[in-house]
């Protein structure tokens, strides 16, 4: 017997696919100019693969309990927290610092109520970075971390309140 969706996903309407495409156009965008601001003279630190995950929540699904400015920068920080304390305390076993850090980066997230997917990336990130990222240390969750998920719930205030059809956030804590 075979599994079938009937109807599939719902469809979204065109202006709701332009309000996401804005919004994350303006939220990477703004993340990617403070990058060349903040942390001159790196290898592009400042963006950090899990914003273009957060930009989807945030941008393309802003009703998610998910995409909430909680979640977002808290699963952020505290991913972030999680990723580099792994890494200074676990790098020389890379594989078991990698696991724990996303391991420990979900629980830590369900225990604070801020679960947020990306963060889980932003763990990984902060053990599988570069020397230069490493170097960071504990800035790292300020920044880039804390300062580009602040910038994307800022855009995603202003974006995602500019439609009649949008409300953001559902939430706030």
Known sequence: MRATLRGGPPRVSVAEILWSWLGAFLGIGTVGLLGRFVLTGTDNLF????????????????HSPLAQPRN???????????GVLCYQVLHPIPGLAEAVAVASA??????????????????LIAVIGSQELHALGYFF?????????????????????LSTHRRYPEFWL
């Open 106 to 123: 979900i629980a830590l997230m369900h225990l604070t109520r801020t679960l947020h997917p990306p963060g889980g990336a932003t763990a």
């Open 141 to 161: 969750v300020l920044v880039p971390v804390g300062l580009g998920a602040v910038t994307l719930l800022v855009v995603g205030l202003l974006i995602n309140n």
């Open 72 to 82: 977002l920068v808290g699963g952020h920080i505290f991913s972030a927290l999680v």
């Open 47 to 62: 963006m950090i693969g899990s914003f273009g995950a957060s930009a989807v929540l945030v941008y393309g699904a802003p």
